[in-house]
């Protein structure tokens, strides 16, 4: 074959190019495949430095004479059942801790007899060289006796000076001085994938170390606070003990797993320490922890729902029910409302509210931004503290004679005056059966329906009329109240309702 002389010449000079950039090829090759290698972090300092401040928590019960006693194993297991789902514990032997029961020293001739029993095992740590210490609330809950051995072998008899179970936060004082306490971080720095490490008595197994990485850092688990997600092994008994940065600063208290099988399954969940401190500075002030509430009942707001509603994101907390009397009631709030911002801090899912006003002192006055009828609002609300919440009363209604459903699957009839008072409404119309659409959203007979889109319903009439010029290719977003809640359905309209 006759191949051209210029194609010869210019294949000898790319030959030549390769062979002379070769060696600064080779060069970079080498760079490119050697990274730089990251060491393993080594815990051992970090452990001799914070392990003197990690304690561990026994509680003691005092119950009557015959009166059937718990064991070790029971106390781990009561720890399982309340907080990890689990099963029975093998039975360990703790240090001053007999296997059989102790008669209560302070009894009376003539009173009815009582004796001191194991109830649980916990961790926990040293805040305050005078003798101030935190554990969870589950540890300590019920407990008649609380002792607190530290890594010298000491053993205190410690007060409980405050708990809350919202939280999981416990705030314990031993006397004593010069104790080892342990630094304290900042959990809004943490990051996922920063080490950890976790220091406790699993099983009663005293100053356990493990490590591991954080896997989230802020998991919804709680109405109150976001907690940190770990893949540190904890197991019963780690409760209350310290998470630790490589700084060997506390950046949250360990508080529970998740497990289908009783053990650790490689995620834990730690209670952030910022927060934990600011609930044992109150707990250290008064015994007790106050919170804000506006009395609202609050959901999510969908997709579908922000979209028919003219929000340009699925954003904020739909005001699903208004508790009678309530401040949210005074201050103009309404069923249906989205809370978009409180005090000026965005409402990026539902459950940011209840966290913010929370956080609020009662009797403050807050502004709360809401989304309504295709505008925004501020509305003015005093926050009050918060009680225990009440259930929710659910009323529903027998469905008289049906008529043909409209577009969206609905047979409507307007509501009497003695209906309004007892359901507690000004407008609206009662479904009396819900087909196709509606009842594949889950509405039902019984329910009221109060809004389409953004118009108040007045009657049945005028429900329908407003059904009928509906596009076909939209969803619409139907307010439904069901008993003390209501909540936006987006519904599309089809030609028969079906």
């Known amino acids: 074959m006759m191949i051209p002389a210029k194609k010869i010449l210019l294949s000898s000079l790319l030959s030549a190019s390769i062979f002379a950039l070769s060696p ?9 495949a050697a990274p730089a290698v990251a060491g393993l972090p080594d815990f051992a300092d970090i452990v001799d430095r914070t392990g003197p401040g990690v304690v561990n928590i026994r509680t003691t019960e005092r119950v009557k004479t015959g ?27 703790q240090p001053n801790t007999p296997n059989t029961p102790r008669p209560n020293p302070n009894r009376k001739g003539g009173s009815a007899q009582q004796e001191e029993v194991p109830r649980g095992v916990g961790s926990g740590f040293i805040i305050s060289a005078d003798g101030y210490i935190m554990t969870n ?22 007060k409980i000076i405050g708990s809350d179970t919202r939280t999981d936060v416990a705030l314990l004082k031993i006397d004593g001085t010069s104790l080892p306490r342990l630094v304290i971080g900042d959990s809004d720095k943490i990051r996922a994938g920063e080490w950890v490490l976790a220091i406790g008595s699993p099983f009663g197994l005293e100053n356990t170390v493990t490590a591991g990485i ?15 997600q770990t893949d540190v092994a904890v197991n019963p008994g780690n409760s209350g003990g310290p998470l630790i940065n490589l700084k060997g600063e506390v950046i949250g208290i360990n508080s529970q797993i998740y497990s289908r099988s009783g053990g650790f399954m490689g995620i834990s969940f730690a209670v952030p320490i910022d927060e934990a401190l600011r ?55 309404e069923a249906g409302d989205i809370i978009l911002k409180f005090n000026g801090v965005a409402i990026e899912k539902p459950s940011d509210l209840p966290r913010m006003v929370g956080g609020t002192k009662p009797g403050s006055r807050a502004t709360v931004n809401i989304w309504r009828k295709g505008s925004a609002r501020d509305i003015a609300v005093t926050v009050v503290e918060i009680e225990a919440d009440k259930p929710a009363k659910v009323e529903e209604k027998k469905p008289k004679q049906e008529a043909a459903p409209n577009s969206l699957g609905l047979v409507v009839s307007d509501l009497s005056d003695a ?20 009842a594949a959203a889950g509405l039902r007979a019984g329910d009221v329906v109060q809004r389409l889109n953004d118009v108040d319903i007045k009657d049945s009439r005028q429900f329908n009329g ?31 309702g079906n």
């Open 279 to 333: 609930v044992s500075d109150q707990l250290k002030a008064s015994g007790r922890v106050t919170r804000g509430r506006i009395g609202v009942q609050i959901g999510e707001v969908t997709k579908d729902v922000a979209e028919s509603l003219g929000l340009a994101k699925a954003q904020g907390a739909l005001v699903q029910r208004i508790e009678p009397g309530g401040p949210a009631e005074k201050g103009g709030l």
């Open 67 to 93: 009166q059937p006693q718990a064991g070790a194993d029971d106390e781990e297991m009561q720890e399982f059942f309340r907080r990890f789902f689990g099963v029975p514990m093998p039975r360990q032997q």
């Open 466 to 496: 407003l059904v009928a010029k509906l596009d076909p290719k939209k969803r619409a977003a139907v307010l439904v109240r069901r008993g003390d809640s209501s909540q936006f359905v987006p519904l599309r309209p089809s030609a028969s």
């Open 137 to 158: 609330a589950h540890v300590v809950e019920g407990a008649s006796d609380v002792y607190v051995t530290l890594t010298d072998k000491r053993e205190f008899k410690a």
């Open 419 to 438: 209906q309004k008072k007892e359901l507690k409404v000004d407008s609206g119309v009662l479904v009396e059966s819900a087909v196709g659409v509606a």
């Open 24 to 32: 600064a090829l080779t060069g970079l090759s080498a760079a490119v």
């Open 214 to 228: 954080i896997s989230a850092k802020a998991r919804d688990t709680g109405d109150y606070l976001p907690l940190i």
